[in-house]
């Protein structure tokens, strides 16, 4: 019972205190102290116990802790007393330069629960400087024509305090021929510009004397002060003038040193030595003398040192160009220093609660703060841990972080965990760092593997030999272990015609694709399928890729004749005109290609001719035309050899043979080639029956015009009878010579051409016109009364 009891207690104490840590967590109101500079070590700011509300031992009990930016610690808490005290004399200007108000920012850290309470001291200036000139004695060249009103530039004194103890402004005496003005730059601060109220006599005075005087606002106020020599110079009516009274450069804080960042230029009219200028720094401070240099003849304004700009983030400089008579001119250099990201993060930690129960619950693991020297977006920090780990980062007050655990840890699984907690930056580029805290991470399987591309092409030339290796494909599997090691395999197509089992196959282990077989391009001229890749971790986690296979066309196939055939038995024969023209088209060769692209260009040429120059082939077209005007000297039957070639490589080539005759006006008989010499004996025997037929044909014509006019005397109201033209039954088409503009013939005739049926040796048995080119009317007539006629001809 009294063990049951005491854990009951215990149980009890650890939810008050997570409800306690979940609200003090939440921060404090933020306090705001105030402390004159200077101050001697150990000057009371406040006492905490008090603010905080709290009693001095209930404060030494929690640990409380001050916790400053950086590593210099400025205040000391007393436990004994709950004041906060410093622990330094603290100079202003030191901390805070010219930036005002000043303000030291830190937190008080209390334990059990753990608690911020953010808190301010504000530095007050006190009149601890006086003004100060960067020369005590200053030279000027005044022309003496200089009229009156006329602004000469003065080199300014500088006041490290703040507020109204800087400096507020110059005076100067004695003051008969001058005033000062007191201007304010863009940053702030005040410069004097002397101006000439009463014209100069070089004759009544050559030199003079003023005292130059800068006053700050302090009680009782400061004072610095500057010798003015004048010396008026006789006439020079042209000062050197900047091209830009004022130059704006932006340079990068890493720029190389010698570097040139900006090129003044300033021009004079006069001549000799009036007209040469010379540059110079105008009153230049030391650190701008440090960092910049300045060419006197070109004007060119290097770097002879690495810029910070977390030191140093603008510069003002002036610039004087001076001729060879003394006058000047000034222009000013505004360079703006841009930062770069050169400063990684920081990471301090404040405590760690180590080693801690495998059954906890959410608890604190440690407690850090975060901070980059750089500006900007080169000065914000994000943390992260890995996401697979079973711990969260919850930001706090300011840039303060808590490590979290999410849950309860099993010992028994990983004893350990390594947690790398990555602080980075914005910039660019990024930069890191890292802390780790040693515990064993295990790493799950979450991770599919991701392939390089989400579809893959890959070329293959037709005619490979098996087992080529194609391509690749390629996963990455951003676990580690077993869970990173990739499997590859082929799905199944989604065409179920395809056999990709017979195609191609992968390499189980490095994704390399091989074809199984020869590929035919004019068979098969793409394909894709999809490739998988899973992972060994448990379960195992797969993606998938569209793989698609491109066959390339090689010339393995020669180009076919379509026309003329050259598989018939009887050759095809072209008649052609001795009266034709050169150019005359004899005929047209035909010829495809199976393959593709410039394996299917095709190219003609005359290979052989049974008189060479008579005829001649077109090498893009095919067509068969007439080289020169023909003769009787000519003979009348030809045998041509057209060669037709691809653009392969290597080429491959057909050859068609052509048989062209050569007639009178299509009126002389077709004569026989040389193939059909022996039929000429069974040519004769159908000679006499041709004789017996054109006899019939004669008489029963004779007849039919004979009863036609009976007729129409006898009985005119009956319509006239036409006698149909019977046609020789045989392979060959009644129209057998096409004559349109573009067929064999050129010439506007038409022509009959009657075989003789089944013979076998397709001789011509007569060729007549049957329209001249010259009855036009006749022929449109014929065409308007038998379109059949119309369509197989056509009159040019």
Known sequence: MEAGGERFLRQRQVLLLFVFLGGSLAGSESRRYSVAEEKERGFLIANLAKDLGLRVEELAARGAQVVSKGNKQHFQLSHQTGDLLLNEKLDREELCGPTEPCILHFQILLQNPLQFVTNELHIIDVNDHSPVFFENEMHLKILESTLPGTVIPLGNAVDLDVGRNSLQNYTITPNSHFHVLTRSRRDGRKYPELVLDKALDREEQPELSLTLTALDGGAPPRSGTAQINIQVLDINDNAPEFAQPLYEVAVLENTPVNSVIVTVSASDLDTGSFGTISYAFFHASEEIRKTFQLNPITGDMQLVKYLNFEAINSYEVDIEAKDGGGLSGKSTVIVQVVDVNDNPPE????????????????????????SDLDSGDNGRVMCSIENNLPFVLKPSVENFYTL???????????????????????????????YNITVLVSDVNDNAPFFTQTSYTLFVRENNSPALHIGSVSATDRDSGTNAQVTYSLLPPQDPHLPLASLVSINADNGHLFALRSLDYEALQAFEFRVGASDRGSPALSSEALVRVLVLDANDNSPFVLYPLQNGSAPCTELVPRAAEPGYLVTKVVAVDGDSGQNAWLSYQLLKATEPGLFGVWAHN????????????????????????????????????????????????????????????????????????????SSLFLFSVLLFVAVRLCRRSRAASVGRCSVPEGPFPGHLVDVSGTGTLSQSYQYEVCLTGGSGTNEFK????????????????????NPSFRKSFEFS
């Open 347 to 370: 990471l301090t930690l404040s405590s760690v609660n180590s080693p801690i129960p495998e059954n906890s619950g959410e608890t604190v693991l440690a407690v850090f703060s975060v």
């Open 622 to 697: 095919g067509e068969v035309r007439t080289a020169r005007l023909l003769s009787e000297r000519d003979a009348a039957k030809h045998r041509l050899v057209v060669l037709v070639k691809d653009n392969g490589e290597p080429p491959r080539s057909a050859t068609a043979t052509l048989h062209v005759l050569l007639v009178d006006g299509f009126s002389q008989p077709y004569l026989p080639l040389p193939e059909a010499a022996p039929a000429q004996a069974q040519a004769d025997s159908l000679t006499v029956y041709l004789v017996v037929a054109l006899a019939s044909v």
């Open 404 to 434: 979290v655990s999410e849950g309860a840890l099993d010992r028994e699984t990983r004893s350990e965990y390594n947690i790398t907690i990555t602080v980075t930056d914005l910039g660019t580029p990024r930069l890191k760092t890292e």
């Open 766 to 785: 007569f060729l007549k016109p049957i329209i001249p080119n010259f009855v036009a009317q006749g022929a449109e007539r014929v065409s308007e009364a």
